[in-house]
């Protein structure tokens, strides 16, 4: 109603201190009596009212009328209120100049700024399935060099590539220049689809392979998993790990999966009732997944509470490891292999692979053998 309307205004100027009624409350005061129908209503309430034996008197416009007037009062009382005073804008402007001046930044240094930009994008090519052996292989600078002129003579002209490189399984790694971005990159993954084929002299048969965006995963070790080894049958397949992972995790089931889980060791190595780890990869664009996951700590499996770590490569390791025994795994240095992104877990090399000395023949010293060891890699069933 405007009685209540007004009623609230005007409980509010009476309750705001002095010094902002003057400065906020008193130009909307005189914008507001000063407009026309403010001013018609505010004489028409100043006249003697017409008696009308037919009508009742308008209760409402009484109100708003008398609102007004209590209004207006308000206006001159606030005009004949005394400006506040500027103690505290003194105060302030001193404290300001005694206040030492902010140090200024630092210079950003080369490392800094190369730390801050972002990667070059990249396209990934799957070409492990077609077998390209070494020999079979276009040189990378040759093979970017006929890229970019392809891409250049596109109407209109397609952003231009800076490095193209075969990965060790067989796929091709395609990066583009300071100016690309993975949008502009991506509009250009038809045109490089379409010329691959004769550049890399391709079947004819077979179709054309599509580039997809390179996005950079993450990958976690799951300690203390039950293989689910016994007489009557093998270790769990990674579609049965992977299943039951994401039965139980909700953080593990949204996460979009590129390598499935599968054991470190062999899986023929395995006794019954054994205990062993998994390893798992990710898409993680910005690391952030990979950061809520450790920060649970745990995942369930298989009626079990398995420890998560961020998994490590072991880049030198001088001692055999062919003793140790399964679910125990040391490692001692991040790896990120983001050249080979393939969604499934190819077969892989043997975990330990060590040369062992002939046996010494009687009457000589036992002498000790030179052993070289891989690093361990996950495998499938």
Known sequence: MPSQAFENILHMIIHTSPDIRLAKVKPHLLTFISHPIIKELIGQGDAPAQADVNTSPNLDLQKIQESLQQLSKAVEALKKAPPPS???????????????????????????????????PSLLVDLAQLGIGKEGRVKPEILCHALNKELAAVTPPQVQLVAVRWTAKGNLV???GPAATPHTLQLAAPHISISLPHLLSLPTNSPPPQPRPNTKWSKILINGVPTGASNDRSPLTPDECHAALAASNPSYATLSITQKPSWVCP??????????????????????????????????????????????YHQKNRKDNSKLTTGQHTNTSDFND?????????????????????????????????????????FDA
């Open 267 to 312: 899986p023929s190595s395995y006794l019954p009732g054994a205990v062993s780890s998994l390893l798992v990869a990710f898409e993680d664009p910005d690391g952030g997944k990979l950061k809520v996951i450790l920060a649970e700590r745990y995942l369930y499996a298989l009626s079990n509470r398995a420890s998560v770590i961020k998994w490590k």
């Open 174 to 176: 395609i990066t583009g």
């Open 338 to 378: 983001d050249e080979d992104v393939d969604h499934l877990l190819t077969q892989p090399e043997p975990l330990f692979e060590t040369a062992s000395a002939p046996p010494p023949q009687s009457g000589q010293p036992t002498r000790k053998s030179s052993h070289k060891t891989r690093p361990p890699r996950p």
């Open 86 to 120: 500027s103690n505290k804008d003194t105060k302030a402007s001193k404290s300001k100049q005694k206040s030492p001046a902010p140090p200024s930044a630092p210079p950003r240094t080369f490392s800094a700024i190369a730390r801050a930009r972002p990667p070059n």
